[in-house]
């Protein structure tokens, strides 16, 4: 089994800037493909970032490249968000999910945390 908890959420302006952490547990939790998914209201979940178990293969959804970019850290078993020049179109619910597989996009995962909340406001 897997656990993932979120934490970084919390409110920003427009252009600030916030890193979400996931704190994974679990049996080998080091080879677990991992990746960022956002929940926007009236919105469909959608991948905004992926990272292979060995950090050397990442994936950033287009709307967000240049802004975020997505790391790990296997050693504490965490991965985290880095999210630049936020914009009101990023309010949205983040959350962490893990998948055993390579595969970082258009695959499903299997281990999701509870979410939280990021909200861009002025």
């Known amino acids: 089994q897997v656990h993932l908890a979120e934490s970084g959420g919390g409110l920003v302006q427009p252009g600030g800037s916030l890193r979400l952490s996931c704190a994974a547990s679990g049996r080998t939790v080091s080879s677990l493909t991992m990746g960022w998914f956002r929940h926007a209201p009236g919105k469909e979940r959608d991948i905004v970032a992926g990272i292979s178990w060995s950090g050397g293969r990442t994936y950033e959804v287009d709307n967000v490249k240049g802004r975020f970019s997505i790391s790990r850290d296997n050693a504490e078993n965490t991965v985290y968000l880095q999210m630049n020049s936020l914009k009101l179109e990023d309010t949205a619910v983040y959350y962490c999910?893990?998948?055993?597989?390579?595969?970082?996009?258009?695959?499903?995962?299997?281990?999701w945390g509870q979410g939280t909340q990021v909200t861009v406001s002025s």
């Open positions: 999910a893990a998948r055993r597989g390579s595969d970082i996009v258009g695959v499903s995962y299997g281990y």
